[in-house]
């Protein structure tokens, strides 16, 4: 059983920052990385960021490049996201994910998920 949990989520302004933290937990299994999707209401839940353990690569979507930054820990599991310059369509749910593989864009090479946080962006 493998648990994966995210935290961080909350209202902010337009030109705010979150950081988002997430760990997976439980039984020990093989990960490509981590990555952090969204989903906003009415909308298809869309790649945000990733990082690939082997050689620490990070990849972005590009409405966040400069913006979002993920960062994580292999031993520990863990990834984060650091979202500056928040604007109002930042508004989602947001989703950590594990394991993955080299299409680490498609949410369909992930097998564990967490149940998402809420990050709201007022203007």
């Known amino acids: 059983q493998v648990q994966v949990a995210e935290s961080g989520g909350g209202l902010v302004q337009a030109g705010g920052s979150l950081r988002l933290s997430c760990v997976a937990s439980?039984?020990?299994?093989?990960?490509?990385?981590m990555a952090w999707f969204r989903q906003a209401p009415g909308k298809e839940r869309g790649f945000v960021a990733a990082i690939v353990w082997n050689g620490g690569s990070t990849y972005y979507v590009d409405s966040v490049k400069g913006r979002f930054t993920i960062s994580g820990d292999k031993v520990k599991r863990s990834v984060y996201l650091q979202m500056n310059s928040l604007k109002p369509e930042d508004t989602a749910v947001y989703y950590c994910?594990?394991?993955?593989?080299?299409?680490?864009?498609?949410?369909?090479?992930?097998?564990?998920w967490g149940q998402g946080t809420q990050v709201t962006v007022s203007s």
């Open positions: 994910a594990t394991q993955g593989g080299s299409d680490y864009w498609r949410a369909s090479s992930y097998n564990f």
């Open positions: 439980g039984r020990t299994f093989s990960s490509y990385g």
